[in-house]
């Protein structure tokens, strides 16, 4: 398992990642806007078809929602680590 | 009510019928737990599917699938590039608010978004705005969502509309009061998993009735040519890309009803799981009910005002191009996704009431209430709420589509940056908080009611950036908030 426990960490360890993580997210966001922008608005001018789908079409809906995965992926399973909650409430 | 087609009722009574069993099943579960807690929160234990579904199915209501594919059905693929944003929706909210938030809610045992916000910033007037605000504006999103799920269950079996309200509007309210947040949790999971078949057997269909994809994509090339181009050759500028982007995108991660799912997870391997699967569902709903919707057009050959307006397409979709036996299956997708938001919003109002105001108060005065009076408190408040928004719907507000996205925008502007600034930022302070929130959702309400807007910008652009600009200067003209209070929220050691 490489991601860290985080039964070790202080509090202010936890909070720092935490807020390390939500930054990932927002840089996460700002990726994910401007491949929406390049695959839609950037692509809209070629005259490509794919199954009977403008490129810009593709690529701005299944293009996007495959990209968002890819990015969900990344962020939960590289650049999270897993912390332990506290409360008594963790496994 | 004996005109309807009852093979079309048939289905969606099991279903309303195995809602009710999990709502019981759940209740005789947690007997003997904290009843708070379980009941708010469902013991902070889901796990990540259940977290990711229910996270999915609060926010896709059924304009997300009756509305939105209408209007993918008379734009084009502008629609779904516009819709496609919600994939931030899921992986935005618990990325950025997941982890803190359990965090915090742990420390301070809080079991709602309000009580989070009232530790922050020390101030009983704040919770109490903010538990008004969320009563109000939940009030306005479920009324639309009763009122569309009757309108389109009536459309499509046959029965009146008072028949279809009652028989799922007041189920969600009945179940939703017995079982509590983890019963909303699981019976969402259900809604989610209905919703994905929902839209594969339209689709299938609709396919089917129009002559296959070929046909009805090579038709359109020639008799909708504005639906392949992204302006939709000017039913789509770019204000609405824009406004969308923050309204369905950026801006829900405030939401209330989405950021209390940050609370009720039981640990981080979750929450991760949570990420990834809602992602997937989210953008699988969202492109497969839009792309259903332009695909329509091979079972209706007219335009959106020959059957009614874009609210009818998919109704109508369902009852030309479903055999007869499978329309009550079909509607159970954009029901579930109704009943589903009905749901979590219900018990968010009602933990406001009963949590953030009752009992805050209760115990701030030294008043005892017995755990057997706090049950009572809890069923009966979520009832009641249930009940009033159940007797609005009876007589249908007009404009009831334009109501939804008000309340969304309003929820939005109230909690965005108190939320946002109020959990990452220092500096952030009680009279910056509560300038942000009142004054922002004033003039957001505002700006609504007289029909101002800028650059024809949702009135959202206007809400959102007025909160910023008084949050900003509350902070730096009030007090800094306290060590004791910073200590907690930005820990040292």
Known sequence: MKKNSGASMSDAQKFSLVKREAIYTGLALVGLIIFWLIAGFGTASLDVKIFHLPLWALLGSIGVWFFAIIISAILSKVLFKDVELGGGEDE | ?493
């Open chain 2, 1 to 493: 009510m004996n005109e309807g087609n009852l093979s079309a009722l048939l289905p969606l009574i099991f279903f309303m019928a195995v809602m009710v069993g999990i709502s019981i099943f759940v209740r005789h579960k947690q007997a003997g737990k904290n009843f708070v807690s379980n009941y708010f929160i469902g013991n902070r234990e889901l796990g990540g599917f259940v977290l990711a579904m229910t996270t999915v199915a609060t926010y896709s209501s059924v304009s997300s699938f009756v509305g939105g594919p209408g209007m993918a059905f008379q734009v084009g693929f502008g629609w779904i590039y516009m819709a496609v944003v919600q994939v931030t929706a899921i992986f935005l909210v618990l990325g950025i608010f997941g982890k803190r938030v359990a965090l915090l809610a742990r420390k301070l045992n809080a079991v709602t978004v309000v009580d989070i916000i009232r530790a922050r910033f020390q101030s009983d007037f704040l919770a109490a705005v903010a538990a008004f605000v969320i009563v109000l504006f939940f009030c306005g999103t479920m009324t639309a969502q009763f009122v569309g799920g009757a309108k389109l269950f009536s459309a499509v079996t046959g029965y009146s509309y008072e028949a279809g309200l009652i028989l799922f509007g007041l189920v969600v309210v009945v179940y939703t009061s017995i079982g509590g947040f983890r019963a909303v949790a699981l019976t969402d999971t259900c809604c989610a998993l209905i919703m994905m078949v929902g839209i594969v057997l339209l689709l299938h269909y609709v396919l089917e009735a129009g002559g296959g994809y070929s046909q009805i994509m090579t038709t359109l090339e020639i008799n909708n040519p504005e639906i392949f181009e992204p302006f939709s050759f000017g039913n789509m500028p770019w204000t609405i890309y824009f406004t969308q982007w923050l309204l369905v995108g950026i801006c829900t991660i405030a939401l209330p009803q989405s950021v209390v799912r940050g609370i009720s997870y039981k640990n981080t391997q979750g929450l991760h799981q949570a990420m990834l699967i809602g992602t997937v569902v989210v953008g699988f709903m969202n492109i497969g009910i839009n792309f259903t919707g332009i695909l329509a057009h091979g079972v209706l050959p007219g335009s959106a005002a020959d059957y009614g307006g874009v609210d009818n397409i998919i109704p109508t979709a369902i009852v030309k191009a479903m055999p007869p036996e499978l329309v009550g299956l079909a509607i159970i997708g954009p029901l579930a996704a109704s009943i589903s938001t009905i749901s979590g919003l219900l018990i968010v109002a009602s933990s406001a009431i009963i949590k953030d105001v009752y009992l805050h108060y209760a115990e701030k005065n030294n008043h005892v209430v017995t755990p057997a009076r706090v049950k009572i408190l809890s069923i009966a408040a979520t009832a009641i709420i249930g009940a009033a928004v159940f007797v609005i719907a009876l007589t249908p507000p007009s404009l009831i589509w334009l109501i939804n996205m008000f309340a969304f925008g309003g929820l939005e502007t109230a909690f965005f940056w108190t939320l946002l600034l109020g959990l990452f930022w220092k500096k952030a302070n009680r009279l910056g908080a509560m300038l942000s929130m009142t004054g922002g959702t004033i003039i957001y309400c505002a700006t609504q009611a007289a029909g101002f807007k800028i650059l024809n910008l949702h009135q959202i652009t206007i809400g959102i950036s007025c909160s910023l600009i008084l949050f900003l200067i509350g902070s730096y003209i009030g007090k800094r908030s306290d060590d004791a209070t910073l200590e907690i929220f930005f820990p040292k050691n």
